[in-house]
């Protein structure tokens, strides 16, 4: 180990506390160019992680480099809450445009872990509901509200409760684990009766505002459930008047190579959570 990158953990473990790090190897990065990294040693890799899929278009792009440093010269950002700004809504009108439906609208955040908090405030207010359900192995995010829906890792949630009350869990799809034992070309998909037999006996289907649902479940080990199960559970959520979030913070923005993971399924939501690859790493 070189004395610099010793120097840079030194003060790492001096003044950034362990509960903000998950370190896998001791590696200090200090630029990047393409899908290439080199860190403070001038070592060379190749970035498979895309920091932690937040760089969908490479390091050291210039074209973004010369927008941001165009748009700090003019003015770094005033609170867009008390006045519009018009950068910020040619953005909302391009990404409402994505959608290709004529009636969304767009909020924006500073990370994907605020952005699904705020999906969990909207749902909530729009339906006047208090139920939030998610799915087993989930991950959405370590905000209150993010980390309360995701149930991934008892890592995360230890020691920090109460957590966010009203939030359900069911069994995410996994067909290559079926919890039910199932066939694929035998299914009947149990993992989407499991939610019908919750709403007959304990879990009233007027009290969910909302199911929040990764299209792929990216922690869990990218896991892809079949089409008919994100589509009768986006007709089930329809007859009970439940709003259907998709989490595209991982794979949409074209990463799929659909704009939202939720269309290789032919499902439409009333919501989509983005982030991650659409600001590059800025809020």
Known sequence: MSKQLESILQRQDEYVPKSARIPYVPISFVCGKGAKLY???????????????????????????????????????YISAYFPSGPMIDLAEKVSHMTGRPDMMVSFSCTGSASIDGAIKYARGYTGRPKIVSFSESYHGSTYGAISVSKLTNSMR???????????????????????????EACKLDCLEQI??????Y?????????????????????????????????????????????EINQGVGRTGRMFAMDNFGVECDLYVLGKSLGGGLP
């Open 196 to 201: 019908r037999y919750a709403f007959r006996h």
């Open 39 to 77: 860190d403070c040693d001038g070592n060379e890799y190749i970035d498979f992680l895309a920091s932690a899929s937040s760089a969908n278009i490479g390091h050291g792009n210039e074209e973004i480099a010369q927008a941001v440093y165009g748009q700090m010269t003019d003015l770094s950002q």
């Open 158 to 184: 230890r020691k920090i409760g109460p957590l966010l009350p009203e939030c359900e869990t069911f069994h995410y799809p996994t067909c290559l684990r079926c919890q039910y034992h199932q066939k694929p």
């Open 203 to 247: 879990l009233p289907a007027d009290e969910v505002a909302a199911f929040l649902v990764e299209p792929i479940a990216g922690d869990a080990g990218l896991i892809v459930p079949p089409a008919r199960f994100f589509q009768d559970l986006a007709a089930l959520c329809r007859e009970n008047g439940i709003l259907l979030i998709s989490d």
